[in-house]
C-alpha cells in the first residue's frame, strides 16, 4: 500500500460541500475571501462546481479533508511552514473576522451557525479512508478469497479458527482496531510461545477483529497477552500441558465499566461482548501468531471450554473487599489484567451458613478437593465469591485477608490422611511426610475475586495449575492505552 | 464492506527444512545424551535407557530440564548438542 501525500500547503484552506446549509450560507463570505486573501484555497467535498462562481479543488478523494482533520464543514484552515495555525469550524463571525482580520466580514449574515459532518468522517467511508490514507502502517500478507469461495468457510479451511466462526479481518476493519491503541502497529509486543515470533501490536488487531472485539477492547487484549507472555506465567507450558487449564483473565478498574465488561449476574458465562472476545482474542492470538494448536503443541487430555474464552471483570463496585489487583499492589483507580491459569470452574453450594466460620469451612472442603484432596501445596485456585456469600464474611466484619487467612487454617493437612495409598487412593504425597502438616496452598496461592450475581448463596472454585518457577505464577498488567 | 482480501493473522513464519545426517551403522563410540525433563519417575525409565546403551558400547550423558513446564534453556540445549553425537528425545506422557 502507498501512503498518499498530505495536499494541504501553506496559506488559508476552506473546506466545504454543497450538501451543507451552512456552507450555502457562507458563499457570499468565500466570494470576498477569495479576493482578499490570494493564497486561499477552496476544496469542495461533494459538487465540484461548489461554490459557484469560484474557482475550487474537487476533494472528491477526500485527501484534503482526512490530512486536514476535517470533522465538520465549513472548516477554514491557516497554515505556515507546513504547520497549521489557525482553525475555526463552522459559522461564527466573530472568529472569521478575528482570523481573517476582515472586520466587517459578513456583515449580513447571522452572528452564528453550526457547521454540518463533514464527508470525511461518515461512518460509511471513515473505514477505508484509514487504509486508504494511512494503510502503509500494515505490513501483513494480503490474502485475497477467489471469487466463488466463502470468506467465512475459506477461514475455517485455511486452519485460522477455533472452531467458531471468526470476522474477517479487512484491512479497514484492522484500521478500525488499532484506533482504540496509541501503539504503533510495528511494535514487538512479546515473543509468542510456542514458536517463539514476534508478536506485534498489528498480528493483536487482527486477530482482536476476528474475535469480534471493538477498538476500545484493544488495550485489554494487549495487556493479557503481555502477561502470558511472560517467563512467570509461561504460556508455553499451559498450552502443552496434558491437564485441562488454559489462561483466566481477572480485569480489574473503571475501565472494565467503561467498556461494558460484565462482573455480575453469568459472570463466567456468555452474553458479553467484551469478556467474551477479549478472551477469544487472547486464544487466537496464541493459535495464529504463537502457532499453539490443539493436537500439536496443545497436548490437553481433555481441555475445558473456557479454552475458547476465559475472561471476566471484577465487582469492585459492590464489594466489602478490596480487589484482587489492590491486593496484588495496583491503584484502584488502575485498569489491570490478572492472568491465572486455570481450569474450568465448580460451583460451591452453602445455603445454610450465616457465620463466617461454618462458610470458611465449606470453602476450604470444597477447595481441598481442587485436582486431588490428597494433593497439597501444587496447585493454586482462584476463588470467586458471589455478592451473597461475600456479604456472610461483610457482616462479621472480615476483610479480604481475613477470609484468606481464615480458609488456609482449614486447609493444613495431617501428613497421615494424604500419603500414598491412605484412604484406599494410591495418589498422595511420599511416605516420609506422614507426620507432618501440609497446607493444600502455597503461600499467595488462593486468589479471592468478588463477581456474580446478587442472587445465589453459592461461589465458584476455578483451580489451577502446577504453581510458581516448576508452573505458572498469576502476573498482573497495567492496562494502557 | 468487502471481505474478499483479509490481513493474515499468522506469523508468517517461513519453515526451513535440514537435510538429516547419515545414520549411524551402530552405537558403539558413541556420545548419547538422554534429557531428563524433571517429572516425577522420569529417572527411573532413563536409568534403565543408561544401561542398556552402555552395555551396547555407548557412551551416555544425563541432562535435566530445570522444570518439564518450560522449554530446555538455551544453555542447556548447546551443551547437548556439542557434547553428544546423538540424542535420543521422546515426547513426555
Known sequence: MTQIKNPLRDGWTLIVKRECATCVMVVPVIARLVRELPSLTVYTQDDPKFPDGIVSISDADLSASWHADIDTVPTLIFREKGIETKRTVGWLRSEWRDLTGIADLGSELPEFRPGCGSMSVDPDVIDKLRVRFGGAVLHSRQIEFASAEDEFEAMFSRGLTDGLPVVPPTPERVMRMLSGTSRLPQEVVAIAPPDLVELTIEKIAINAVMAGCLPEYLPWVIAAVEAICTDEYNIHGVLATTMPVGPVIVCNGPGTRAIGMNSGVNVLGQGNRANLTIGRAVQLIIRNVGGGRPNEVDRASHGHPGKLSFCFAEDETNSPFTSLAVARGFDASQNTVTVFTGEGPRCVVDQLAREPEALAQTLAACLRTVHHPKLPFAFDALLVVSPEHARVFAQANWNRERVLQEIHARLQMPGSEIVRGAGGMAEGVQEAFKDATLPKFRPGGLLLVHAGGVAGLFSSIIGGWVSGATGSDPVTKLVTA | ?93
Open chain 2, 1 to 93: 464492506m468487502s471481505n474478499r482480501v483479509i490481513l493474515d493473522p499468522t506469523s508468517e513464519k517461513k519453515f526451513t527444512s535440514r537435510e538429516l545426517l547419515a545414520r549411524p551403522t551402530g552405537l558403539s563410540g558413541q556420545t548419547i545424551g538422554l534429557l531428563d525433563i524433571s517429572k516425577a519417575r522420569g529417572d527411573i525409565f532413563l536409568n534403565q535407557l543408561e544401561s542398556r546403551l552402555t552395555a551396547a558400547g555407548a557412551k551416555v550423558l544425563r541432562f535435566r530440564k530445570p522444570t518439564f513446564t518450560k522449554p530446555a534453556p538455551v544453555d542447556l540445549r548447546h551443551e547437548i548438542a556439542t557434547k553428544c553425537t546423538l540424542v535420543i528425545e521422546a515426547l513426555a506422557d
